[in-house]
T-cell receptor, first 112, second 110 residues
Framework: DTAVSQTPKYLVTQMGNDKSIKCEQNLGHDTMYWYKQDSKKFLKIMFSYNNKELIINETVPNRFSPKSPDKAHLNLHINSLELGDSAVYFC???????????FGNGTRLTVT | AQRVTQPEKLLSVFKGAPVELKCNYSYSGSPELFWYVQYSRQRLQLLLRHISRESIKGFTADLNKGETSFHLKKPFAQEEDSAMYYCALSLSGNTGKLIFGQGTTLQVKP
């Protein structure tokens, strides 16, 4: 089944912890992204990678560190989690820049 | 600054009624615009893009550069159209960056 898959689907953790979200795409796309959807459903880009190279880093706190071991994977590691990090995080990929995005199902992160 | 505005958070219509989801953008460059849709319990997916000039599931959207708008329209709404709709702007320069509007929930009542 070709898709963008991200794990876990739900993540509940306490403030101060470190957690990771994994994303994999088997669509053969060159570009991958992380988007954050806040409580008001507003979607905002965090990072994009093209062929393992960071292209966009959208003024995200450096507690967030994306890692792309290969062009099919883009993981998101978050250090010292804060309450304000609670959101739904979406991974996406596209064939090239400006081509349509294919989204994962999202990871709902709740920081208590 | 680049911005996408969807003024309606919720749009509720009856089945068979026309529907128009508004989208306005602010961008000095050459815009490329998209509509994405998220049905209940499904992933966000592309509905249509302006350069394709196609109709998907009966929806159309025309880019109006004079009014900086890209409204999504359907003449007769169906219950299965109920979903969250996002308008998105792709910036020129091959960054791959998409700027999303706030989203509009479309509720089609029977």
């Amino acid at each position: 089944d070709t898709a963008v898959s991200q794990t876990p689907k739900y993540l509940v953790t306490q403030m101060g912890n470190d957690k990771s979200i994994k994303c994999e795409q088997n669509l053969g796309h060159d570009t991958m992204y992380w988007y954050k959807q806040d409580s008001k459903k507003f979607l905002k880009i965090m990072f994009s990678y093209n062929n393992k190279e960071l292209i966009i880093n959208e003024t995200v706190p450096n507690r967030f560190s994306p890692k792309s071991p290969d062009k099919a994977h883009l993981n998101l590691h978050i250090n010292s989690l804060e309450l304000g990090d609670s959101a739904v995080y979406f991974c996406a990929s596209s064939q090239v820049y400006n081509s349509p995005l294919h989204f994962g199902n999202g990871t709902r992160l709740t920081v208590t | 600054a680049q911005r996408v505005t969807q003024p309606e958070k919720l749009l509720s219509v009856f089945k068979g009624a026309p529907v128009e989801l508004k989208c306005n953008y602010s961008y000095s460059g050459s815009p490329e615009l998209f509509w994405y849709v998220q049905y209940s319990r499904q992933r966000l997916q592309l509905l249509l893009r302006h350069i394709s000039r196609e109709s998907i599931k009966g929806f159309t959207a025309d880019l109006n550069k004079g009014e900086t708008s890209f409204h999504l329209k359907k003449p007769f709404a169906q219950e299965e159209d109920s979903a969250m709709y996002y308008c998105a702007l792709s910036l020129s320069g091959n960054t791959g960056k998409l700027i999303f509007g706030q989203g509009t929930t479309l509720q089609v009542k029977p």
